[in-house]
């Protein structure tokens, strides 16, 4: 039995069309716009009189007579000029609740084409911290990678460190200007190199900003940067192992902040994984045609005829031989076909590199590297504070991502001690539930923006227990789960009866689950789970509010009541599971 109710309705009223010797694919079911006046709606009947030459609603009703005989719909009317409204037989809507509990998906679609997915996102660079600005592509990517597996694909995340280019050689001038002794910055040392770092994270962290002032500054020093920055890139082994030590402890911090946030990468590359694939991937450029000289430098025009705006060339190599983010992105392009072989990659972005990513894409379709319409840049807006830009700290500098976690989880910690949550909690598991609530606030905030969209930050507002957000969901999660231990646990399976009406807006909202899938994939837009859980939440709270459970003295209503809530928790759990929020046990 198909848990998607739409596309089972879609399947009815499209063969009522092919009776009628209309086009079957008119016959799309979706959720009513009015639920006051139906649950589900078909407007096809307006096209199908256009391209028949046919009075609207006279062919309505001939799709309509063809309808009423069929045991699921219990009320079938037309509305205006042809519009048709329909109502499932609380009998129906029962069985398929019902089945929703013994489906592992809970009603979510899957889809019907498999594919390898490489999800690109977070981005950050070696030896600086995270900050805020890193929190929506390690949040959105984190959920759109984990939904993609959800709907069937074989899906996976690179992080894409920064960790190749000229700060990788500020850096080494400056250390070597602090500690000159160090054997790395000797040529002719031959022993082994330390195995133990000669920075930690706070040295770099103050190294970095100290050498980008210097070479901005002092002509002398950012000749000596783009030097080093060459040398390494050629293989000098000193640099090298410095490199790597470089990395080894930024990456120590990065997993620890994004673990927080229940973000995890299956790959750990960087930039310079892509160095090896450059050379050969420029012959083949220069090979195929593609490449001209333009000012001393090396670029791919990719502009089309068609274009309405104008796109310039993308630069392969700058007059001085040194390479661009344009560069590396295309040869990780090639590393990823060569060790991965993915049919699509997805960049979780910040939208306004939108430019640079038409000019990869363009450019790696024109070299044969990966088909184009393979290639999507998901593009997001930013967070920004209450006077409507990019979020800062009070003192107006960029907030790193370790202190805005504190925030959250100090925040929530309060939140829980204020409303009398987990008042006989143990403080190490209260702290523990905290940053389970800000985690959760931080992230339903996030994820329950369209995706495109700027929002503003308000951590008062995110940590409500009231209205649209995390910590309202994992309350309604913990009171659903309270509300089957009071009833001494639900049974496994049986028989659903929608006898209140606030049961039937349940049943509803639970079968909804699969079209807020296919649409939150189809158009990688997490915020149409984050809807969908909102909305199912909220017609639990009315039914818990309208109908008895645990002390229902009629044992079947009991039965099916408990098996509603069983199937809502599980439906909530599962998409916590896909936006990557961790739900406490109580509150």
Not at 117 to 127: F, H, R, S
Not at 203 to 210: A, M
Not at 482 to 501: N, Q, V
Request: proline fraction near 5%; glycine fraction near 8%.
């Amino acid at each position: 039995m198909q848990s998607r109710i739409t596309e089972e309705l879609t399947d009815i009223v499209s063969k009522a069309f092919a009776a009628a010797e209309l086009d079957p694919s008119l016959g799309a079911v979706r959720p009513a716009d009015r639920p006051d006046l139906a649950q589900f709606q078909c407007n096809g009947a307006l096209a199908a009189a256009k391209a028949a030459k046919q009075n609207p609603r006279a062919l309505a009703e001939k799709i309509v007579e063809t309808l009423r005989d069929n045991p699921i719909l219990s009320d079938i009317t037309i509305a205006g000029p042809g519009f048709i409204n329909l109502k499932v037989s609380d009998e129906a809507l029962g069985e398929r609740v019902a089945a929703l509990g013994k489906d592992d998906l809970v009603g979510g679609w899957r889809s019907n084409e498999v594919e390898k997915i490489v999800v690109d996102y977070g981005g950050p660079n070696v030896a600086k911290p995270l900050h805020v600005g890193h929190l929506r592509a390690a949040i959105i990517g984190e959920a759109i990678k984990r939904l993609m597996r959800f709907v069937g694909h074989d899906a996976v995340g690179d992080v894409h460190l920064g960790d190749w280019g000229l700060p990788m050689g500020q850096l080494i001038t400056e250390l070597a200007l602090e500690q000159p002794d160090l054997p790395y910055f000797d040529e002719e040392f031959d022993g082994t190199y330390p195995d133990t770092s000669p920075v930690t994270l706070d040295d770099l962290s103050r190294l970095y900003p100290q050498a980008s002032a210097a070479c901005k500054e002092n002509d002398e020093r950012a000749a000596a940067a783009r030097a080093a920055t060459a040398e390494l890139q050629a293989g000098r082994r000193g640099y090298l192992a410095l490199w790597a030590h470089f990395v080894a402890v930024s990456r120590e911090a990065i997993e620890r902040e994004y673990a927080d946030l229940g973000v995890s990468f299956e790959f750990w590359k960087g930039e310079s994984d892509a160095d090896p694939y450059i050379q050969k991937m420029a012959d083949d450029l220069r090979a195929k045609g593609l490449t001209e000289k333009d000012a001393g430098a090396e670029i791919v025009r990719v502009a089309r005829e068609t274009d309405k705006k104008e796109l310039p060339p993308l630069i392969l190599f700058k007059s001085d031989g040194s390479v661009l983010y344009g560069t590396t992105d295309l040869a990780t392009i090639v590393d990823r076909v060569e060790v991965l072989s993915p049919d699509r990659i997805l960049y979780v972005v910040d939208q306004r590199q939108g430019l640079h990513f038409e000019q990869v894409f363009r450019a790696a379709g024109m070299a044969g590297l990966f088909p184009e319409d393979g290639l999507e840049h998901l593009g997001f807006g930013t967070m920004n504070g209450r006077d409507g830009k990019p979020f800062k700290t009070r003192a107006g500098g960029v907030l790193k991502l370790r202190d805005l976690i504190d925030t959250v989880d100090q925040k929530a910690l309060e939140r829980l001690r204020d409303g009398g949550f987990a008042q006989d909690v143990p403080e190490d598991d209260l702290k523990r539930i905290a940053r389970q609530v800000g985690v959760a606030a931080l992230k339903f905030a996030d994820l329950s923006n369209p995706r495109t969209t700027d929002y503003v930050f308000d951590v008062d507002k995110f940590m409500s227990f009231e209205g649209k957000t995390g910590p309202y969901l994992l309350y309604a999660r913990v009171r659903i789960r309270s509300l089957i231990e009071r009833a001494g646990g639900a049974p496994e399976h049986g028989e659903i009866k929608l006898k209140d009406p606030a049961e039937r807006d349940l049943a509803l909202a639970l079968l909804g689950f699969g079209d807020a899938v296919r649409t939150a994939t189809t158009k990688r837009m997490p915020h149409f789970l984050c809807e969908h859980a909102f909305s199912l939440a909220q017609a639990f709270s009315k039914f818990y509010a309208s109908c008895r459970v645990a002390d229902e003295a009629d044992e079947a209503l009991r039965t099916s009541r408990l098996l509603l809530a069983k199937t809502t928790g599980k439906q909530l759990d599962t998409i916590f599971g896909i936006l990557g929020i961790d739900a406490p046990r109580r509150m």
